[in-house]
């Protein structure tokens, strides 16, 4: 009965969300009056099976059943309704904010794991979603990469996407102006934005500015979160940048931090709301040893290095801040102009800006590692995607921008990956020829060079590893497309000469 499934979620959410007693019968009322019902249920709850739940999803799950079977409710809007309701049983964003700050004065990692715990169990995060998605990764004798194909991320319906279409989406008369604006906070959702009434937020001062701090929804990695300033204004990387990643880790040195770049292609999908990503992770790139280091006469306390990653990557080693940011600084300066035409790099041209960074952060004890991949999004007749972007092979399992988490080692890969591995085996299996595997699969077209060279080697028992180890090297290949400088002579003396031009 759903009046005993409102007394579960009250008993619910005074074990797992912090709400008081008094609260509750508030609460209570407030949800007999949203689902329509007149009188509470007397039965007791079983106060053992709620302290055993690890997510809501089972009390939830019942809910929806009673808005879709009794109430009628479209499904989509019965998702929204459950949004709101476990958005109305989660304490107040400023109460979350006063516990959160009271947890940091005994450690800044209970803080962040309150706000973690309390993301999951009011179904912001949802965990049962995030669970199912498939994740490896690659055994090579070293330089690892991780991949995931992930199912949580929704992927839009044809019906959302026309509405989309229809719709005139000027920036200015959207509200919330994009997903990581303040405004979300408590926010009902729409076509095109999702609701947020469970999201919670932490204010932050980051270089004297006002910023926030939240968890991605979609979880890439343990405890990926996202910290996005207060003012919805573009991605910009400057020297403020990296003075702001050092503040993050000062305060949670738990957490490694990082910022996409600011130019289309080479960085992620919101350009347009400045903000950090990070989490209790250590992506792959961190794991990346020093190939080489180079000499600093202006920074006596701050080491340089080139790491051995797919990409070209530079790690600056330092327990100063000062001398950190100072130097990051003037090798994004010098980068951004920067123009080497044998390793057809050109920082700007007239078309405009091509050479950003991609820079994260972690602090071990008190030495800061700060890693900058260099970045170009130049495009050429050739390479119409960009030089630097997934060339045309490999588009088939990722075409999206690279961004900092790919750049940095983890793949995020596409829901669909998973059904397509189902066809290509099935293909496989049949002996298809070109025509039919079109015919019969239309959306493996791209995948033909890949099966024909899985047929070379075909064999039903290990047919999954083999496609795993084939999407792996294209991973591989896709990061070293990303390489300004490749792992060659032309390239190696193409980034000595780019540092030899900076004065450091
Ligand atoms: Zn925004």
């Known amino acids: 009965m759903i009046e005993d499934t409102i007394n579960e979620l009250i008993a619910y959410a005074m ?21 329509g019902i007149t009188k509470p249920s007397a039965s007791p709850v079983d106060l053992h099976k709620i302290e055993n739940l690890i997510v809501p999803d089972s009390l939830l799950e019942k809910v929806k059943e009673y808005l879709v079977n009794t109430k009628k409710m479209e499904e ?60 490896w990764e690659t055994n090579y004798p070293d330089k690892n990469i991780e991949i995931s194909i992930n199912l949580s991320k929704p992927e839009k319906n044809n019906v959302d996407i026309a509405k989309l279409i229809t719709k005139v989406d000027k920036e200015e008369d959207r509200y919330p102006k994009c997903v ?40 890439y990695f343990h405890m990926h979160c996202i910290c996005f300033a207060k003012n919805h204004t573009n991605m910009f990387i400057d020297k403020m940048t990296f003075v702001r990643l050092c503040e993050f880790v000062d305060r949670f040195p738990n957490f490694f931090i990082g910022s996409n770049a ?12 400045n903000h950090f990503q990070g989490g209790e992770h250590l992506l792959p790139v961190m794991k990346a040893k020093p190939v080489k280091e180079f000499r600093l006469n202006k920074y006596p306390s701050t080491r340089l290095y080139k790491l051995d990653w797919y990409n070209t990557c530079l790690m600056i080693e330092s327990k100063s801040k000062d001398e950190l940011t100072s130097l990051a600084s003037e090798i994004l300066d010098g980068w951004r ?55 045309k092979q490999y588009q088939m399992i990722k075409k999206e921008g690279i961004g900092i988490i790919e750049a940095m080692g983890l793949f995020i890969l596409p829901a669909r990956l998973v059904h397509q591995s189902v ?16 015919k019969e ?32 090297d294209v991973c591989k290949n896709i990061l070293i497309n990303t390489a300004v400088f490749k792992d060659t002579i032309v390239g190696k003396l193409g980034l000595d000469h780019f540092i030899g031009s900076l004065d450091l």
């Open 15 to 35: 074990i797992h969300l912090g709400m008081n007693e008094f609260d509750s019968v508030y609460f209570k009322n407030i949800l007999l009056g949203e689902l």
């Open 180 to 219: 990581l604006c303040l405004e979300n906070l408590g926010f009902y959702g729409s076509v095109n934005q999702p609701a947020r009434e469970n999201i919670r937020l932490i204010p932050l001062k980051l270089g004297n500015e006002e910023w926030y701090l939240q968890y991605s929804p979609y979880g």
């Open 262 to 273: 600011d130019l289309p292609i080479v960085g992620g999908s919101i350009l347009n709301h």
């Open 337 to 391: 102009l920067y123009k080497d035409p044998v390793n057809e790099v050109y920082g700007i041209d007239l078309e405009g800006k091509h050479n950003t960074i991609t820079p994260s952060i972690r602090k071990v004890n008190e030495t800061y590692y700060l890693y900058l991949i260099l970045r170009n999004n130049k495009c050429t007749p050739q390479y119409p995607d960009g030089i630097f972007h997934v060339h």
């Open 76 to 135: 989509a809007n019965a998702d929204l309704f459950l949004t709101k309701l476990m958005g109305f049983i989660t304490p107040n964003p400023s109460k979350v904010v006063e516990e959160f700050n009271k947890l940091e004065k005994e450690s800044p990692k209970k803080a962040l794991d309150y706000l973690y715990d309390l993301s999951i169990k009011n179904y912001y995060i949802q965990k049962n979603k995030i669970d199912k998605n498939v994740f």
């Open 441 to 472: 699969y239309p959306d493996l077209e791209d995948f033909i060079p890949m099966i024909h060279e899985l047929k070379r080697k075909y064999n039903k028992d290990t047919i999954d590893k083999d496609i795993r180890e084939y999407i792996n």
């Open 423 to 438: 066809e290509i085996k099935d293909v496989l299996n049949k002996s298809y020829d070109d025509v039919t595997i079109i």
